[in-house]
């Protein structure tokens, strides 16, 4: 068995390929899509394997797990993600760590966002998260409440938002995730002729190990690749 920065290597290789190759797909040079490089099922030796390879952004989905790594890897330059939902009782510790909240879920964590902004006085890079699917157990703005919400978003003084997140539904496989992310370029279009002063919309954070290609052929900007970086592949 390859050592696990081999197989790491190696991953990285083959997911940054198929990166460009999707990107060139949808016009578009392979520097226009981010890697996040999720580390949720990993710990700091893949997460200084991964660095060593070139990665630079890395995402985490429990708040509890990104302190942790942060504190432990400080020698790193490292930008982190949180991509999993914040509760608000940890917005004041989590907030400072990141470049970019990719789960801007509510109003009310944005409000709790903003509010530490105003009090430390730093703006903080936010993600509006659409739960595209509409599944109950998801967390997220319902497509529909989008338009509607930022109007109060933009008001957020301290809150800077860059775009939109999704993730596909669970069931239907590669055809309903294409479909969901088309829907989510659509909402970006809508979105992006109500005009709404402040609010940024170029980011599209959608894609992950099983569906990063559908997702870029529909216009993200930045995909959360976890397991395929991990796993012993065959090919
Ligand atoms: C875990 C996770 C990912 C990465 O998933 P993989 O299928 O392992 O690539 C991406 N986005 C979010 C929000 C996640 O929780």
């Known amino acids: 068995m390859p050592p696990f920065e081999e197989i790491i290597r190696r991953n990285l290789d083959s997911i940054r390929r198929r990166i460009a190759e999707a990107a060139e797909r ?4 392979a520097d226009a899509v981010r890697l996040i490089a999720v580390t949720k099922y990993v710990g700091l030796d893949e997460i ?20 942790e790594k942060v504190e432990m890897l400080r020698d790193l330059p490292l930008n982190w993600h949180l991509i999993g939902h914040l509760q608000r009782n940890k917005v004041r510790r989590t907030l400072p760590l990141v470049s970019l909240l990719h789960s801007g879920d509510s109003l ?28 109950e157990n998801k967390h997220g703005f319902r497509a529909a409440e989008v338009a509607e919400a930022l109007p109060r978003i933009a008001e957020m003084n301290n809150v800077s938002v860059k775009g939109l997140m999704a993730m596909a539904s669970r069931e239907g496989g590669i055809a309903q995730a294409r479909k969901d992310f088309e829907n989510v370029r659509a909402l970006r279009e809508r979105l992006v002729e109500q005009d709404v002063k402040r609010i940024g919309l170029s980011e599209l954070s959608m894609g992950m190990s099983d569906d990063f290609e559908a997702a870029i052929e529909q216009g993200a900007t930045m995909v959360r690749i976890g397991s395929a970086l991990f796993e012993e592949s065959t090919a």
């Open 26 to 29: 949808s016009g578009r040079a």
């Open 48 to 67: 200084r394997a991964l660095h060593a390879a070139g990665c630079r952004d890395f995402g985490e989905s429990r708040p509890q797990d990104l302190w």
């Open 108 to 135: 009310a964590v944005l409000e709790a966002v903003n509010r530490l902004g105003g009090e430390i006085d730093r703006h903080f890079n936010v993600l509006i998260e659409v739960n595209i699917s509409g599944d």
